[in-house]
């Protein structure tokens, strides 16, 4: 039987010096081997990988992660599995940053599910991640669920094996009921008024001054929501919008229960059919968080404030 071929390291670092030196190790191996490699984290330190490699960055797809990825739902689709998918016959070589300081307690917990889904995702796939994680600027706590989602642990004294890794526990850890808003509007809503829902979350995002593709944005992401609590929800749901932290929240609530970990992460071709409407959330929103169990199911979607 042959070695799974989809490799998933974390990369434990201190200080810019171990970051260069293991990032850019990592990318010349890959051209060494004429592999296709991308690299997408932050821009302070794509700004260094890419000093360092020199003209060698021109062979190299740069990504700034707080971008491509600013919602953690995004990045598989939008950005491992493009990247990958557009190489079906060599083996790909990643970096991705998904978890730097700055990131919000808000965010973290979909940070955490996309590295641990990302195993899910990429089993059989002839592909390697690399996933640096800051040892000075994060908390203890995201080093030791790093040891969970990831496999193979690298550092300055070399590679070994995650004696923690446990993936799906991160996965279920981070599906927590979401507290509760103080201020919201709301609408109960089925099929007879859907068009509402759309017009409610075009109503409070214009007045908090979102406009021209944001407005569509945000009034696509919701109608797509709201059609799934009237597809796999039970026929009916509850919109409730707010403001907060700088940012417009929508959230969808109804009788279903999610089931499948990769949903809204799969590329799907234009051409096949079939319901999509949770990737185009994760492709439009700043940020999506899901809450779900047997019989209620919400999701959060996050757009920053204009």
Aim: with cysteine.
């Amino acid at each position: 039987m042959s070695a799974e071929p989809f490799v998933h390291p974390a990369l434990f670092y201190r200080g810019a010096g171990e970051y260069v030196s293991a990032t850019t190790a990592f990318v010349r191996e890959g051209l060494a081997a004429g592999e296709p490699v991308a690299v997408a984290v932050p821009p302070w330190n794509l700004a260094l990988i890419e000093a360092e490699l020199g003209a060698q960055a021109g062979d190299v797809l740069l990504l700034d992660m707080t971008l491509a990825g600013r919602n953690p739902g995004r990045i598989i689709p939008g950005v491992l599995r493009d990247f990958a998918d557009r190489h079906p016959d060599h083996h790909v070589r990643i970096i991705g940053e998904p978890i730097w300081p700055g990131r919000t307690e808000t965010e973290y917990p979909a940070c955490a599910q996309h590295e641990a889904l990302i195993n899910l995702s990429f089993t059989g796939r002839r592909v390697t991640i690399l996933c640096p994680y800051d040892l000075v600027g994060l908390t203890a706590e995201v080093i030791r669920e790093a040891a969970r989602t990831h496999p193979v642990l690298r550092d300055t004294a070399g590679e070994r094996v995650s004696d923690l890794y446990a993936p799906q526990l991160v996965v279920d850890g981070h599906n927590r009921p979401f507290g509760e808003p103080e201020r919201f509007a709301a609408l109960r809503f089925d099929r007879t008024n859907l068009s509402a829902v759309r017009g409610l979350a075009a109503r409070e995002a214009a007045a908090l001054g979102f406009q021209g593709d944001r407005l569509d944005d945000i009034r696509l992401a919701v109608a797509e929501l709201g059609a799934n609590s009237l597809d796999h929800g039970g026929g009916s749901g509850v919109l409730r919008v707010w403001a907060a932290d700088d940012r417009l929240v929508c959230e969808v609530s109804d009788a279903g229960h999610i089931t499948d970990p990769l949903v809204g992460r799969r590329p799907v071709d234009p051409r096949d059919a079939g319901s999509r409407g949770l990737l185009i959330v994760n492709l439009l929103s700043d940020l999506v968080r899901v809450h779900t169990r047997a019989g209620a199911t919400s999701v959060r979607v996050y757009f920053d404030l204009p």
